[in-house]
């Protein structure tokens, strides 16, 4: 699967909307994008993944650029309950399946 | 979403016992899942690949006798940590991968103490 490379810290102020860059140069055909958080001591919470197309759930949107060697996240109002450590995963769904977590970037939301 | 349950969420042992944990799906199936590894401070590291039904496999460095797994329904799979000393003291995850849809869901995880 293609190395995924995210910021180590970022800050965001309640409310703001927060943008989460992922670079994932070496993307191949097949592969998709995976978002994870996690919140301290609790397991990794699925947040969106896509493939080539923007992607919106309840939770956040997804922005993939065209040539799809970057993506970002984005949370419309973040809350103090956002802050987490997001992991961006780029993985293809019809290899054995198993996801490889780096070390993701460190979200904080401030008042 | 899926929600995937696992228990117990903490348990402190004496040296020289085994612990099991165990992970299951409750809302949806899942042939196969995973069990991580997660040390203070760095990320998850996956230790195994658990299939229903047959054996499991094992990343490189993980022992698998001492690390047991099973997975014998679609809906759960237990990690049993033998004879635990406390450098296996850690915060360990599983997960599991819906069969209808290509999403991994993780448990809240348990935290493992040995004394």
């Known amino acids: 699967d293609a190395k995924t490379t995210q910021p180590p810290s970022m800050d965001c102020a309640e409310g703001r909307a927060a943008n989460l860059p992922c670079n994932h140069s070496?993307?191949?055909?097949?592969?998709?994008v995976y978002w994870y958080r996690q919140i301290h001591s609790q397991g990794p919470q699925y947040i969106i993944h896509?493939?080539?197309n923007n992607e919106t759930n309840e939770m956040a949107s997804l922005i993939i650029t065209e040539d799809r060697k970057s993506s970002t996240l984005i949370l419309p109002h973040a809350t103090l309950r956002d802050t987490a450590v997001y992991y961006c995963?780029?993985?293809?769904?019809?290899?054995?399946?198993?996801?490889?977590f780096g070390t993701g970037t460190r979200l904080q939301v401030t008042l | 979403g899926a929600v995937v349950s696992q228990h117990p969420s903490r348990v402190i042992c004496k040296s020289g016992t085994s612990v099991k944990i165990e992970c299951r799906s409750l809302?949806?199936?899942?042939?196969?899942m995973f069990w991580y590894r997660q040390f203070p401070k760095q990320s998850l590291m996956l230790m195994a690949t658990?299939?229903?039904?047959?054996?499991?496999?094992?990343e490189q460095g993980v022992e698998k006798d001492k690390f047991l797994i099973n997975h014998a329904s679609l809906t759960l799979s237990t990690l049993t940590v033998t004879s635990a000393h406390p450098e296996d003291s850690s915060f360990y995850i599983c997960?599991?991968?819906?069969?209808?849809?290509?999403?991994?869901?993780f448990g809240a995880g348990t935290r493992l103490s040995v004394l």
């Open positions: 809302d949806f199936q899942a042939t196969t």
């Open positions: 995963i780029v993985r293809d769904p019809g290899t054995a399946s198993k996801l490889t």
């Open positions: 070496t993307i191949s055909g097949n592969e998709y």
């Open positions: 896509g493939l080539k």
């Open positions: 658990s299939n229903e039904g047959s054996k499991a496999t094992y």
């Open positions: 997960s599991a991968r819906s069969d209808g849809k290509n999403i991994q869901y």
